[in-house]
T-cell receptor
Framework: GQQVMQIPQYQHVQEGEDFTTYCNSS?????IQWYKQRPGGHPVFLIQ?????EVKKQKRLTFQFGEAKKNSSLHITATQTTDVGTYFC???????????FGAGTTVTVRA | GAVVSQHPSRVICKSGTSVKIECRSL??????MFWYRQFPKQSLMLMAT?????????EQGVEKDKFLINHASLTLSTLTVTSAHPEDSSFYIC????????????FGSGTRLTVV
């Protein structure tokens, strides 16, 4: 079945620094979605990428979808304490509309 | 935007009892809802796909008789953990989407189940 790998599992960042989390699927995806889960909370939809090579930005967050539609990345610039949480990528299968979640990258920020 | 309501948010039950968790789409109809389980500091694992008016589709390794799913209407799906044991303690989350996932899924707030 479809597998989505995500690295790194943990990211400890100095406030103001940048970081990137990477996602890779074993199969070509219909689209890829990114979610953020705050500690004790539930996943909240951030964005979806559909087109090959697509790049989208949300303020300090930049999302990319690979040309082969099998990998994706999330880059956060000038990290703030509000960025704390776990970021999940999730690949959507074109066959059954099931989301396969990556392991998540848990971000902590030191002031 | 799409809202999914999940209840209860927390429940503590004794071993051997059953617990029912409800998932409601408040402002849209959901022919399909998804149930996930999340262990501490781990990812979301899809348990089953709940289909309105038909049987749920379970992922490999998920016991159908253990986790009963009912999707009786276009806005409500329930997950019943039967004869709960301590190893069933986990965070259970449902999700749904107005479309077919093309615009993101909305998650319920989750249910923290503790079996003692």
């Amino acid at each position: 079945g479809q597998q989505v790998m995500q690295i790194p599992q943990y990211q400890h960042v100095q406030e103001g620094e940048d970081f990137t989390t990477y996602c890779n699927s074993s199969t070509t995806l219909s689209n890829i979605q990114w979610y953020k889960q705050r500690p004790g909370g539930h996943p909240v939809f951030l964005i979806q990428l559909v087109k090959s090579g697509e790049v989208k930005k949300q303020k300090r967050l930049t999302f990319q979808f690979g040309e082969a539609k099998k990998n994706s990345s999330l880059h956060i610039t000038a990290t703030q304490t509000t960025d704390v949480g776990t970021y999940f990528c999730a690949g959507l299968s074109s066959n059954d509309y099931k989301l396969s979640f990556g392991a998540g990258t848990t971000v902590t920020v030191r002031a | 935007g799409a809202v999914v309501s999940q209840h209860p948010s927390r429940v503590i039950c004794k071993s051997g009892t059953s617990v029912k968790i409800e998932c409601r789409s408040l402002d849209f109809q959901a022919t399909t809802m998804f149930w996930y389980r999340q262990f501490p500091k781990q990812s979301l694992m899809l348990m089953a796909t709940s289909n309105e008016g038909s049987k749920a589709t379970y992922e490999q390794g998920v016991e159908k008789d253990k986790f009963l799913i009912n999707h009786a209407s276009l806005t409500l799906s329930t997950l019943t953990v039967t004869s709960a044991h301590p190893e069933d303690s986990s965070f259970y989350i449902c999700s749904a989407t107005p479309g077919e996932g093309a615009h993101g899924y909305t998650f319920g707030s989750g249910t923290r189940l503790t079996v003692v």
